[in-house]
């Protein structure tokens, strides 16, 4: 069964790979000037996507994607009904979450922040 779980698992990595590939891409290409590299190569990933309406968006970004969902909906779902230890932990989360409710609220808004001031900071270096 741990087998059958960890070929699932790369399933979805690599089913999740184009559309992460693109998004990724069009992340890097505003980060510089697009004849700079990485930008240059990101520019021509986006634009290889967008050359093929079909399989960029059609395929890499719908449908792979779904099935990835669909897929992992399904492993999970049945996991959970066969799995009284992953039903066990599940619950001892969420007793620590609320618990621990407004420290993990303050982590994740410092999470926030850091994240907000990594991307006004790469906003100042690119102007």
Do not use: E, I, K, S
């Given at each position: 069964m741990k087998t059958a779980k960890n070929v699932i698992a790369l399933t979805e990595?690599?089913?999740?790979f184009p559309a992460s590939l693109f998004?990724?891409?069009?992340f890097v290409?505003?980060?510089q000037p697009s004849q700079y590299e990485p930008a240059r190569t990101a520019n021509r990933v986006v634009d290889w996507f967008s050359a093929r309406p079909f399989f960029g968006l059609d395929i890499f970004l719908v449908t792979l994607p779904l099935v990835a969902l669909l897929l992992?909906?399904?492993t999970v779902l049945r996991s959970w009904w066969?799995?009284?230890?992953?039903?066990?932990?599940t619950l001892e989360i969420f007793a620590s979450v609320?618990?621990?409710f407004a420290t993990l609220l303050i982590a994740g808004a410092s999470l926030v922040?850091?994240?907000i001031l990594f991307i006004v900071g790469l906003h100042v270096i690119t102007d």
């Open positions: 990595v690599l089913l999740l998004m990724t891409a069009l290409r505003n980060l992992g909906c399904v066969r799995d009284a230890a992953l039903r066990q932990a609320r618990a621990h922040a850091a994240a």
